[in-house]
């Protein structure tokens, strides 16, 4: 099993910052990473991922404005957002996939406004 815990949300007004991090449990290199987030009535959708070996991958609607990143040897994985828009506010959610075996944290409130 995996416990993933979430932290570092909070308020923030419009094109400021905040850094997501996410402990793990244990040690997951191998393990595909991410970050997602939820907005009330919408489907959970990935806002960046991040492999075994650090190659990345970002959404569309914020590629340019956040960074992924993971240290295996401490089990933590950050999201380093900028430039925020009210449109990024919502519950990110951290993940941890090995082949199909999804984990999720319990998520941390990011709200984006003046």
């Known amino acids: 099993q995996v416990q993933l815990v979430e932290s570092g949300g909070g308020v923030v007004q419009p094109g400021g910052s905040l850094r997501l991090s996410c402990a793990a449990s244990?040690?997951?290199?191998?393990?595909?990473m991410g970050w997602y987030r939820q907005a009330p009535g919408k489907q959970r959708e990935a806002v960046a991922l991040?492999?075994?070996?650090?190659?990345?991958h970002y959404a569309d609607s914020v590629k340019g404005r956040v960074a992924i990143s993971r240290d295996d040897t401490k089990a933590t994985m950050s999201l380093q957002m900028n430039d925020l828009k009210p449109e990024d506010s919502t519950i990110y959610y951290c993940?941890?996939?090995?082949?199909?075996?999804?984990?999720w944290g319990q998520g941390t409130q990011v709200a984006v406004s003046s």
């Open positions: 993940s941890a996939r090995l082949i199909t075996k999804y984990y």
């Open positions: 991040i492999d075994g070996v650090g190659n990345t």
């Open positions: 244990r040690i997951l290199s191998g393990y595909f």
